[in-house]
């Protein structure tokens, strides 16, 4: 029955995400891999995970969706995400949610020893992190870029123009804490609805996930802002800000070395974040 639930809630994702244009038929295809490995977890945590960051995403990213393409040209495109965003969005999370379910699928909290217990709460924090990670730097990239004043490049607090990679604002930072807000909240709500027995009894520890998922996501943005601003190009292009080379070679370098692409600093950053949480509670349990 439940391949059947996941089957019919990643179909209605995809056919949405089509009809609406915001993935390409690649990124439908990817979409619907990192859904099905999502969905299909019987912790309904990671399915609640994943549809906050995609909903509210969804939602942030056609907000004043034309103001943000008459400041920023590469807008549009943007806004269409092929199968590389979308794994760089979601391949991890989704490698996590499969281990996930080759250890505890059918299993209750209570069964397990404690180093299992452990085990599971660690891939709970590695996933949260990620997901904490790709919402806070999506709200911060979508929201931000409307904030009224120019961001500070993040290396040298220095006003840069809208679009520079590593450019940070007061509203991109609240932006970002909001976004991992959200998926926190997502989690407590998803673990107290389905294992509110096993949490009272202390089978599954009670750990507020909505503050862990704010923090998180003001890590891993920050993150992601400092490695935009040192290994992610930037370039001044008629008074407006560009990532990768312009043809011909125009433009001026605003700050970074052109080594990491815009999707590798995103995997880089989320995987750092979600290896960041799963680490931490290792080593404190």
């Known amino acids: ?150 961001p500070v490049l993040i290396t040298t607090l220095r006003p840069v123009p809208p679009g520079t990679n590593g450019g940070v604002s007061k509203l991109g930072l609240l932006s970002s804490f909001a976004g991992g807000a959200t998926v926190g909240f997502a989690a407590d709500a998803a673990l107290w609805a389905q294992y509110f027995s096993a949490i009272r009894t202390g089978a599954m520890p009670r750990i ?15 993150l992601d802002s400092l490695l935009g601003a040192t290994v992610q190009a930037s370039f001044l292009v008629d008074g407006r800000a560009a990532s990768g080379r312009p043809a011909g070679g125009a433009g001026r370098v605003i700050c970074g070395r052109d080594w990491l692409s815009n999707n590798a600093v995103n995997v880089v950053a989320s995987a750092c974040t979600a290896a960041a949480a799963a680490g931490t509670l290792a080593l404190l349990v």
Do not use: H
């Open 1 to 150: 029955m439940r391949i059947w639930l996941a089957l019919a809630l990643t179909s209605v994702l995809c056919a949405g995400s089509l009809r609406k244009g915001s993935l390409s038929g690649t990124g439908v295809a990817a979409a619907a891999v990192v859904g099905l490995c999502t969905a299909s977890n019987d912790n309904v945590l990671f399915t609640a995970v994943l549809l906050a960051f995609y909903v509210s995403s969804s939602f942030w990213t056609k907000y004043q969706a034309r103001l943000k393409a008459r400041m920023d040209p590469g807008f549009a495109a943007a806004s269409r995400r092929d199968w590389r965003q979308v794994l760089c969005n979601g391949g991890i999370g989704a490698a996590i949610s499969v281990v996930y379910q080759c250890k505890f699928d059918g299993r209750r909290p209570e069964d397990l020893s404690m180093g299992e217990r452990r085990l599971m709460t660690v891939l709970i924090w590695g996933y949260v992190g990620f997901y904490a990670c790709c919402a806070a730097d999506t709200w911060a990239s979508e929201i931000g870029t409307l904030s009224s004043n120019w």
């Open 208 to 222: 507020p996930y909505i503050m862990l998922g704010s923090l998180l996501g003001v890590l891993g943005s920050g």
